[in-house]
């Protein structure tokens, strides 16, 4: 069976899954090609056109520099698209990593990693992140880092409870038995049995994550201005909430599709991978 014959087996076997998972790639592709996909500059300001309302000129209206709206909603995505995914991929690898050890040495070990995990989740994680990206000052890189911090500890704790699993099973034990060093055994048995769990949990975090994200941005902690960023944009826009509407309906109405598209794509995920072990 050739590689193309597979794939078209896939798709047809898990077509929801390949639904969504063709609407993240189109996200990505508009966001990789947004400079010709995008009408208009989204940083250059025209202060006579601005505030208008969505017309055949600014499909999605201007802002109150004039800036075309649409533009910007589509130049935001190489921001938050980006940042959301950077973000999942630190909490999965830091999370993964401490939790395998926790789970797998014990002792010390374990105590210290899920002290730190019970500090992170003692305080509401927003607040927290809040507190961090405020002392360590307003950028989206700043913002990654606060949420990073403060949202490693639930993979920390997954996987520490699936590798105690593990780790009791004849198959471990017979590589103890025979030698085997601990970095083998970490790759060869606790891993494989632990990353899949957690792809699925990462895949249905990456809209949590975003809202995040914009959430941060929205309250100054994130993006700065001129950037196209949708959080940022929602705060520029509320000051003109009863005069100009558009400035928020459409930065926000992108956030809900992509964070839907996220979301319906990790489900499917799930559903994919619980019909593989089955």
């Known amino acids: 069976m050739s590689v193309m014959q597979k794939i078209l087996n896939f798709i047809k076997k898990n077509k929801q899954f390949s639904f969504f998972f063709l609407l993240v790639i189109l996200l990505?592709?508009?966001?990789?090609?947004?400079?010709?996909?995008?009408?208009?500059?989204?940083?250059?300001?025209?202060?006579k056109n601005a505030l208008q309302a969505p017309n055949s000129e600014h499909w999605f209206g201007t802002d109150?520099?004039?800036?075309?709206?649409?533009?910007?909603?589509?130049?935001?995505?190489?921001?938050?698209?980006?940042?959301?995914?950077?973000?999942?991929?630190?909490?999965?690898?830091?999370g993964t990593i401490l939790g395998t050890l926790a789970g797998y040495f014990g002792g010390w070990v374990?105590?210290?990693i899920?002290?730190?995990?019970?500090?992170?989740?003692?305080?509401p994680g927003m607040v927290l992140a809040i507190a961090v990206a405020g002392i360590m000052g307003a950028s989206i890189k700043n913002a990654?880092?606060?949420?990073?911090?403060?949202?490693?500890?639930?993979?920390?704790?997954?996987?520490?409870?699936?590798?105690?699993?593990?780790?009791?099973?004849?198959?471990?034990?017979?590589?103890?038995?025979t030698g085997s060093k601990t970095g083998y055994i970490l790759r060869k048995y606790m891993?494989?049995?632990?990353?899949?769990?957690?792809?699925?949990?990462?895949?249905?975090?990456?809209?949590?994550?975003?809202?995040?994200?914009?959430?941060?941005?929205?309250?100054?902690?994130?993006?700065?201005?001129?950037?196209?960023?949708?959080?940022?944009?929602?705060?520029?826009?509320?000051?003109?909430?009863q005069n100009a509407p558009w400035m928020m309906i459409y930065p926000g109405l992108a956030i809900f599709i992509v964070v839907v598209i996220f979301n319906l794509l990790g489900d499917s995920l799930r559903d994919v991978l619980d019909v593989r072990e089955e």
């Open 144 to 177: 990654v880092i606060a949420i990073a911090i403060v949202s490693w500890s639930k993979y920390a704790r997954l996987a520490r409870s699936l590798v105690m699993k593990i780790r009791h099973e004849d198959y471990v034990y017979a590589a103890i038995v």
């Open 114 to 123: 899920m002290r730190l995990s019970d500090m992170m989740i003692s305080f």
């Open 191 to 241: 891993l494989p049995n632990v990353i899949p769990t957690l792809v699925i949990t990462a895949a249905t975090d990456i809209g949590g994550m975003m809202l995040e994200l914009a959430g941060l941005s929205f309250l100054g902690f994130g993006a700065k201005a001129p950037a196209a960023e949708w959080g940022l944009m929602l705060n520029e826009g509320r000051t003109y909430m």
């Open 64 to 94: 109150k520099l004039g800036r075309d709206i649409f533009s910007r909603v589509i130049y935001a995505s190489r921001i938050s698209l980006p940042a959301t995914l950077t973000l999942v991929a630190i909490i999965f690898v830091a």
């Open 110 to 112: 374990d105590a210290v």
């Open 28 to 47: 990505i592709f508009v966001a990789v090609f947004a400079p010709v996909i995008a009408p208009q500059d989204p940083y250059v300001s025209d202060l």
